[in-house]
Each structure stands twice: as C-alpha cells, then as structure tokens.
C-alpha cells in the first residue's frame, strides 16, 4: 500500500503570493493533519481534518486555510505569504478518531521557500 | 496549552553503546499519549514509541524503551545497542486524548551515532 504522499516536493514562491500544497492520506485513513516545521524546530499543528470537517486547529493566522476532500485527500493553502512561511509542511493521516488509532502516518513533506 | 521541552539539542554516542534522551512536558491532562518521532535526514517522521499515560508499565520496542515518570511529567527515551542508522533527529510528542492527531512536539534532539 501506498504511504502518505503529498506534492510538490519542493516550492519557491515570491512574498505576497498564494500556494497550495496537497496530500493524500493512505488508503482507507479519514482524519488528516498539517504540521509546519520551521528548520531547527519541532513541528507545530496547522490544522486536523476529519470527514470532510475541521476538528482542530493551531494558533496559525487566518491566512492559513485547508479543506478535505470526499476522496479523503486534503489541500492546504496559505495566502499572502510572508518569508516567515518558509518551512517543511507535513501531511499525516490516521484511520479514524476512534478505537485508539493514534499512529500518525506522516508524509515527505512539501518544502516551501518563500522569497 | 501543552508545552514539550527536549533540552538536549545535540548528542552523540558510540555505536553498540546506550544513550538516553530526555523529554519533559507540562500539561493539566490526566488522559493523554506520549510518543518518540525519528526524523532521519531523508525527512520522513517515524514512529518510534508510544506509551499511554494511564498504562504504568513503560513501553518497549526492541532497542527503545522509555522511562515514563508520570507525576515528574518525564518521558525519556533509551536506545540500546545503538546502531549507525539511529542518526536522526528525535522528536517527543504529546497528544491529548481523543483529539485525533493534534499533536505537540518538541524542539527535537540531533542524534549522532559514531562508528
């Protein structure tokens, strides 16, 4: 089976400008999270997603924004992007939020340089 | 909130030997999971260890193990036997129960294992 997988793997964008990111979540797994990780640091929660809902949020700007799909996979789009936005960004999926499904499977990963 | 301090940003050991990394959190919880997260240079986050924090036995998995103090709020991580494919950054994680995959990590520890 297929693990996470997002894309792009890599991103370079100019300050002020829109990105998307995308993830798809393994196969059969409902509830997808996002995570920045800035270099040098841990990653932070952005935004959980399950069935279609939001479910939880991080202490990130409005400019931050995600949906989930049908299909279970999930975009994430940050608006007006600053050079501070510079960061990996981690997709990771589990099952459901029941049943103690609390193995997160984490994707690569989109790396986003803003300039 | 949730806070996970990781204080040793860089350690190293000789391969085959033992080394503990150390994991503190703060949180007024009384339900909740604690994992350790392997990042190897490739990027892709791997689920060492979980534990559950109302199972007072400490988790084990082949060469991991943590010792997890509960009252102390401490979770540290031994590896043993520690091999050349241990190098990685280390996260520890906290994740409040039935919140899905809202985690919180910490700053992460950079583990170098010397042939």
């Known amino acids: 089976d297929a693990g996470v997988t997002q894309s792009p793997t890599h991103l370079i964008k100019t300050r002020g400008q829109q990105v998307t990111l995308r993830c798809s979540p393994i196969s059969g797994h409902k509830s997808v999270s996002w995570y920045q990780q800035v270099l040098g640091q841990g990653p932070q929660f952005i935004f959980q997603?399950?069935?279609?809902?939001?479910?939880g949020r991080g202490n990130f700007p409005d400019r931050f924004s995600a949906r989930q799909f049908p299909n279970y996979s999930s975009e994430l789009n940050v608006n007006a992007l600053l050079l501070g936005d510079s960061a990996l960004y981690l997709c990771a999926s589990i099952p459901g939020l029941a049943g103690g499904s609390y193995e997160q499977y984490f994707g690569p990963g989109t790396r986003l340089t803003v300039t | 909130a949730q806070t996970v301090t990781q204080s040793q940003p860089e350690m190293s050991v000789q391969e085959a030997e033992t080394v503990t990394l150390s994991c503190t959190y703060d949180t007024s919880e009384s339900n909740y999971y604690l994992f350790w997260y392997k990042q190897p240079p490739s990027r892709q986050m791997i689920l060492v260890i979980r534990?559950?924090?109302?199972?007072?036995q400490n988790a084990t998995e082949n060469r991991f193990s943590v010792n997890f103090q509960k009252a102390a709020k401490s979770f540290s991580l031994k590896i043993s036997d520690s091999q050349l494919g241990d190098t990685a950054m280390y996260f520890c994680?906290?994740?409040?129960?039935?919140?899905?995959?809202?985690?919180?990590f910490g700053t992460g520890t950079s583990l170098t294992v010397i042939p």
């Open positions: 997603y399950y069935e279609k809902e939001e479910r």
């Open positions: 534990q559950e924090a109302y199972k007072q």
């Open positions: 994680a906290f994740m409040k129960h039935a919140t899905g995959n809202q985690f919180y």
